[in-house]
Every structure is written in structure tokens, then in C-alpha cells.
């Protein structure tokens, strides 16, 4: 896929496609909650998707913002808001959020990197690493070291889940005309 | 797909193997249930059919033991005061390793033990 070599898009347009892409959060949180969870806690990872399509447009504050807009969005679709539930999901999206935009940063710095790599790579660490923290929270808080025994379906579920939502975020930015406008202001 | 995405589909295959390979080291040589909650952990034998009463922050969940001679004991939650269910929905377990959790009433079911001879390694939803 061509890249912009500049973004086209006013700070205005940039205000308006971050609650546009946390309200799709929000609806494919919806969505997520009609698949039967195999584990507690564990999500599919598909609101996670607008993040992940948003890392080349946007810089760190919108993107921290629309990490923000995503864990409110699911924690009201899931009703667990007031929950420490919700402590799991904040800490899970978060450390998803700082491998991806790092890795991100990193692809950004080293062209030999990003050549070798696609958003497959930042979905499949996105994953990788919200598992890790929600295992290690489980262990930490609330069933000790037998939370280990969750941890292999926790892996292999995340990285079917990491895989599939990198491969959608790639294919969708690769051929969407419509976010290459809305994102880049190109057609 | 690029060289790094493969690279990180690796990452993720080995975790998934790695820890599946350190949860299937056996413990003990019978199969018994381990029943954790805050108030500490509980083991039971196997070999009775019986329900379990396993307190938590939000009131108690049942567990129930059903023992039938010539077939696998089988364990599941009936009944819990959590929100979504999805420890009753898990189903029954009966196989070692295998396991059943209800996060926000901080009850873990769990049957450890040495697999039997001929039983599958590991299990996959």
C-alpha cells in the first residue's frame, strides 16, 4: 500500500475520527460480548481493532485517549465498570497499548524493522502482552500460583485472537479507500 | 505476512507450549480436587459423589462431585452468585489439568494428580 508521506487531515479532523473510532470500540465490544468466553476475563481483542488501524494517524495523547474511550466502552458493555474486573481489562488494554505504540515507535525508527513487519506483529505483541499482565495480575490478587494453569489457553487463545485482528486491521488499512481518506485525507 | 509477524506468531506458540508444558508436570500420584478460595485451599479424593459449598466475597458456590464406578468422576459449578456464569457455563471437568475458575467469587476448581496411562496430554477448546 502507497503511504502518505503527510497527513492532510486538520487537528479537527483528527478531534472527530478519535470518537468516531472509540464509539466503533464500543460497538465491536458489542459484538465481542455475544461470543461465548472460554476463560474468564480473556476477550477476542476486537475493539481493539480502531487502536490498531489508528496507530499511523494518530499521536500519542489521541491514542491514549481512544485507549481510554475503548476500556470505558467495554466496561460498560460488560457491565463491570464498577468492578476490579475492570482493574484486569484497564491493566491488560494498557500494557496492549505501550507494546504496540512502542513497537510502533520502533518500526517508525528503524525502516529495516517496519519492512519486516506489519500490524500482524503489533497485534499478536498487543495480545501476547495483555495476557501476560492479566496472568500475572491473577496470581498476584486472587488465586495465587495455581493461576498458572490458565495461562497456556490464555497464550494459545491470545495469539489465534492477535493473529486474526492484526491480520483484519492489515487487510482492512491495505484496502479500505475509505479510511485512507478519513485517516490521510487521500483517496 | 512479513518476517516479524511470523517471528511473533512463534513468540506466541512457545508461550502457549511452554507454560502448558510447565502446568502438565504432575504433583501427585493420585487424581484428587483441589477446590482454592480466599479462605484457603481444599482437596478432596475423587471417589465420592458430593457437593462442595465454596465460600467467596459474593456468597457461596456450589460445586458438585459426581462418582460413578467404571467411569470418570466428573466436577463442575452448578450454582454461583457471580454475574455472568461463565464458571457454570465451563462445564464438567474430569480429566487432570483440567479446571474450572470463577474470578469474581475467587473460587479455582482444579483436579491435579499424575494423568492416567492412555489419557490425553493436553486439551484444547
Known amino acids: ?187 | 505476512m512479513k518476517l516479524f509477524d511470523f517471528v511473533w506468531l512463534a513468540m506466541g506458540i512457545l508461550l502457549t507450549s511452554v507454560t502448558a508444558w510447565a502446568v502438565a508436570s504432575p504433583a501427585s500420584t493420585q487424581p484428587r480436587l483441589e477446590v482454592q478460595t480466599d479462605a484457603g485451599v481444599w482437596v478432596y479424593p475423587l471417589t465420592a459423589t458430593r457437593t462442595i459449598e465454596a465460600p467467596g466475597p459474593l456468597g457461596v458456590t456450589d460445586v458438585q462431585v459426581r462418582a460413578v464406578t467404571g467411569k470418570p468422576t466428573q466436577v463442575w459449578v452448578s450454582d454461583s452468585p457471580c454475574k455472568n456464569k461463565i464458571c457454570i457455563e465451563m462445564g464438567k471437568i474430569s480429566r487432570v489439568g483440567q479446571w474450572v475458575a470463577c474470578l469474581p467469587n475467587h473460587v479455582f476448581v482444579r483436579i491435579s494428580g499424575t494423568p492416567t496411562a492412555g489419557g490425553l496430554d493436553a486439551t484444547a477448546y
Open chain 1, 1 to 187: 500500500m502507497p503511504q502518505p508521506t503527510e497527513r492532510l487531515l486538520t487537528s479537527t479532523d483528527h478531534r472527530r475520527l478519535v470518537p468516531f473510532l472509540g464509539a466503533l470500540s464500543l460497538f465491536l465490544s458489542t459484538i465481542e460480548y455475544l461470543f461465548p468466553k472460554p476463560v474468564p476475563f480473556f476477550r477476542l481483542g476486537l475493539a481493539n481493532l480502531p487502536l490498531l488501524v489508528g496507530l499511523d494517524t494518530f499521536n500519542f495523547r489521541e491514542l491514549a485517549l481512544l485507549l481510554a474511550l475503548k476500556v470505558a466502552g467495554q466496561a460498560l458493555v460488560n457491565g463491570t465498570l464498577a468492578s476490579y474486573v475492570f482493574l484486569f481489562s484497564l491493566a491488560g488494554s494498557t500494557a496492549s497499548f505501550l507494546v504496540m505504540v512502542g513497537l510502533h515507535r520502533l518500526m517508525r525508527r528503524f525502516p529495516a524493522v517496519k519492512r519486516r513487519s506489519s500490524l500482524v506483529s503489533l497485534g499478536l505483541a498487543g495480545a501476547l502482552a495483555s495476557n501476560t499482565v492479566q496472568i500475572l495480575l491473577s496470581i498476584q490478587f486472587i488465586f495465587g500460583p495455581t493461576s498458572l494453569v490458565i495461562a497456556p489457553l490464555f497464550y494459545g487463545l491470545g495469539t489465534g485472537s492477535g493473529l486474526a485482528v492484526g491480520l483484519l486491521a492489515q487487510t482492512f488499512t491495505q484496502r479500505s479507500h475509505w479510511w485512507k481518506k478519513v485517516a490521510y485525507g487521500t483517496n
